[in-house]
């Protein structure tokens, strides 16, 4: 395939020293995220608390570890009940060096299930997830594990991947590997304004037949467990499919920038009793407009239906959500965000409507401007 | 003599490369897809960034991690300039040649000494780079030997194409310093000549021709042009000495406006980077076309400059 890199020899590999891209010789790229907010009101299904509260703190080292491996920690602190809980979010190392454009990753690091959840949730445009990404998922699912990409040597966009996971940070059980997944993604441009990504994944989470499925399900009654940081509701498969589509006048995202993104997930086999039509299922669809360099505003709808497990049936839930925001960036590396939710629910009892303002601020190393 | 054994050369080199094997080259700006075009003519170049696109800015989207997987060389600037989007795009491409200290990633940005590189740099200074002010793609001095480095790396890539490279470079070379030696008397008339910009783009060619910046837009560098920075620049005594307000095509361009309706600057929106369109269709042609702007307006103009002051 590439016949003309066979002759960059050892000599050009000494004659080129090593060179980062920031400008960091040896020490690690280090970057911290400031997290706070204040909500007026709690809100069902929520991970932040009302009043006053800190949400992701987040301070993250990235290295190359030699020529053939990259490796990332994120430790997260989240204030739960008064409690400060530090936690490792990401602790993965990533092949570099592999052929055929294949790379591995190892360790703890975020699922690549969705659009929303292999991204840190500071990078989002709203305060919290979807509704159902809180419910199904945790806000965003991270475990132990193994991933393998492979990029398809076609001439658009197409990634083909795979994860083997622990899955006790899904739902608690027995199994050595409690969850898989498989995921692909396709995506490209459209002349020189609007590009697009599509994926679908599916999870298997194998802990759900397992030995300890009852416990299961006393566990998922605790609602409010308090640091309990798995998904409140399971079930043995989860399909999500997701698409993005982002519009800039001639690609300068600088100025002014559209995006529209939508996910639509589903969970079936709750547990051994449920029938055929005990699933839960939730979508949102979200637009974005970033009006000037320093602003956006948005809105978001979302919604999830979900079957909340009564030993051998189950209670019909609903959560409806609207969110809009506006957010003032003053630089790339600081964003206040006012944010208006509105809840509609059915069977749970903290669902309000609240008023939040949040502040997401960065320093250290360059974050990196995903899609 | 030298020059037929020279087109041999180019024939022989050219007739051994298979027409599958054009070098598939990802720039990451149009400059340096440029000067790869003009070393290597059929090379397959995919360019990520248009001079309509802020570079600071861009997104890892998925079409040009589709292009960097593909690549074999990856021709950037460096120095921070790609420091949001390229480590994400390596990453994702995982494509084996192309990573940091590899021959297949070529920073532009580090084979020339930089404007201002700085010890020390905290963000509260704006969006400073340590290395330096990565915008060297218009200094006439500095892109010959960001080619000859460029022309030296992709004859390591690929031996085969030797001497067509080395052809092409020479050639390359004597065009622009034949251009250079115009640009040079031009600076000889242009020396002195004040004006306000928005950001560093054009630091190189400016400095370099002796024209001054006497105001820049931005408050902060990459921090867009806020009411207060414009009134404080509307009060600066060194907007009186500003000729006219020159920006980069990818500029927001209300700011430049507003400040020629309030004190009669005329504004020159001039492309930041190479384009598709004569006039801009090259580096050199490029640099000629902001000189010429910047020349007949010190022509037209100079004299009610003269009587103001």
Request: hydrophobic residues 40%; contains cysteine; charged residues 20%.
């Amino acid at each position: 395939m590439k016949p003309l890199n066979t002759c960059a020899g050892a000599l050009a590999l000494a004659t080129f020293p090593f060179t980062a891209i920031q400008a960091n010789e040896l020490n690690p790229d280090v970057s911290v995220i400031l997290d706070g907010y204040y909500k007026q009101n709690h809100t069902a299904l929520s991970h932040r608390d009302e009043g006053f509260g800190l949400g992701h703190t987040e301070l993250s080292l990235s290295s190359p570890i030699d020529d053939l491996f990259e490796g990332r920690l994120t430790a997260v602190l989240e204030d739960h009940d008064g409690e400060t809980e530090l936690e490792l979010e990401e602790a993965f190392l990533q092949t570099t060096g592999m052929p055929y454009n294949l790379s591995v990753r190892g360790g703890r690091f975020l699922s690549q299930v969705g659009y929303l959840n292999s991204r840190h949730l500071h990078e989002d445009d709203f305060v919290e997830r979807p509704a159902a990404y809180r419910a199904l998922l945790g806000s965003h699912y991270f475990d132990d594990g193994l991933r393998l990409n492979l990029l398809v040597p076609t001439p658009f966009f197409w990634q083909i991947g795979a994860e083997a996971f622990d899955g006790g940070r899904l739902s608690e059980g027995e199994e050595d590997i409690g969850v898989y997944t498989v995921n692909t993604r396709f995506g490209g441009d459209i002349g020189g304004s609007q590009s697009w990504q599509a994926g679908f994944s599916y999870l298997n989470n194998r802990q759900i037949h397992g030995d300890h499925g009852d416990d299961d399900h006393e566990h998922d009654d605790h609602d409010h467990g308090g640091h309990a940081h798995g998904a409140e509701y399971t079930g043995e498969n989860l399909y999500i499919t997701d698409l993005v589509w982002k519009w800039a006048p001639g690609g300068n995202n600088r100025q002014q920038q559209l995006t529209l993104s939508g996910e639509y997930l589903y969970v079936d086999d709750l547990n051994e009793h449920a029938a055929s039509d005990d699933v839960h299922e939730g979508w949102y669809a979200s637009a974005v407009y970033q009006f000037a360099p320093q602003w956006s505003a948005g809105a978001r709808y979302g919604q999830v239906e979900l079957k909340e497990a009564h030993g051998d049936h189950f209670h019909d839930q609903e959560l409806k959500e609207t969110d809009v925001m506006l957010a003032w960036s003053h630089s790339h590396f600081s964003t206040v965000r006012l944010q208006y939710t509105h809840q509609d629910a059915h069977g749970f009892e903290e669902a309000d409507n609240t008023v939040m303002l949040q502040y997401v601020m960065s320093f250290g190393a360059h974050g990196a401007h995903g899609f | 003599m030298a020059f037929k054994r020279l087109v041999t050369g180019v024939v022989l080199g050219l007739a051994m490369v298979p027409a599958q094997a054009a070098l598939n080259v990802f720039a990451c700006e149009p400059e340096w897809a440029d000067l790869v075009l003009a070393l290597v003519p059929d090379a397959d170049v995919h360019t990520a960034t248009s001079a309509g696109q802020d570079p600071h800015y861009i997104e890892a989207r998925p079409s040009l991690i589709s292009a960097m997987r593909r690549a074999d060389l990856a021709v950037c600037t460096g120095a921070s300039l790609e420091a949001g989007w390229l480590p994400a795009l390596i990453s994702r491409a995982s494509n084996s040649v192309i990573r940091p200290g590899k021959p297949g990633l070529f920073f532009a940005a580090e084979q020339v000494t930089l404007h201002q590189p700085q010890d020390h740099v905290d963000r509260s200074m704006g969006d400073v780079h340590p290395e330096g002010d990565p915008h060297i793609h218009l200094d006439p001095d500095r892109v010959p030997v960001i080619v000859d480095a460029l022309a030296d790396r992709i004859i390591e890539l690929a031996p085969d194409q030797e001497n067509a490279v080395r052809l092409r470079q020479r050639q390359w070379q004597v065009r622009w310093n034949l251009e250079k030696a115009q640009w040079r008397d031009a600076a000889e008339k242009l020396e002195g000549t004040q004006v306000a910009v928005q950001h560093a783009t054009f630091g190189y060619l400016l400095r370099w021709l002796g024209v001054e910046t006497a105001i820049d837009l931005e408050p902060k560098p990459g921090l867009p042009p806020s009411a207060s920075h414009l009134s404080k620049v509307l009060s600066d005594p060194a907007l009186e000495r500003a000729e006219l307000v020159l920006i980069a095509s990818y500029q927001d361009r209300r700011p430049a406006q507003w400040l020629s309706k309030k004190t009669g600057l005329p504004v020159e929106v001039v492309p930041g980077t190479v384009t598709g369109e004569a006039g801009s269709d090259s580096l050199s042609a490029l640099v000629s076309q902001l000189i010429d702007r910047l020349l007949q307006y010190r022509e037209e103009h100079a004299p009610e400059t003269a009587h103001h002051d």
